[in-house]
């Protein structure tokens, strides 16, 4: 079946630096466009990053452009978050996503067809 595994998460501080993984298996990974997300308790789950099945193309939420950066390799089946300079406020968990639609780079969850099940991350001040 179709697995989205995160790894990477753990609690650092603010400003230092995390890489996420999320490794893929049960699907065609090179035709699917893919996602990050994040979800802070008691909010909504926010868009982090696309990039398209390629990775020619990424989209990078305002909140996080400058210290965030979406990668892939297709070859090993996985998806990158690399997370510079963190803050505080980037607490949260965060889940990786799959998007049939491989030309895509789109923010709204409801486009992503499967997701992991996420990693903690918690940046402390």
């Known amino acids: 079946q179709v697995q989205l595994v995160e790894s990477g998460g753990g609690l650092v501080q603010a400003g230092d630096t995390l890489r996420l993984s999320c490794a893929a298996s049960?699907?065609?990974?090179?035709?699917?466009?893919m996602g990050w997300f994040r979800q802070a308790p008691g909010k909504e789950r926010d868009f982090v990053a696309a990039?398209?099945?390629?990775?020619?193309?990424?989209y990078i939420a305002d909140s996080v452009k400058g210290r965030f950066t979406i990668s892939r390799d297709n070859a090993r089946n996985t998806l990158y978050l690399q997370m510079n300079s963190l803050k505080p406020e980037d607490t949260a968990v965060y889940y990786c996503?799959?998007?049939?639609?491989?030309?895509?780079?789109?923010?709204?969850?409801?486009?992503?067809?499967?997701w992991g099940q996420g990693t903690q991350v918690t940046v402390s001040s």
């Open positions: 990039i398209t099945s390629s990775g020619s193309t990424m």
């Open positions: 996503a799959a998007n049939p639609d491989r030309y895509s780079t789109s923010k709204y969850p409801t486009h992503y067809s499967r």
């Open positions: 049960g699907l065609t990974f090179s035709t699917y466009a």
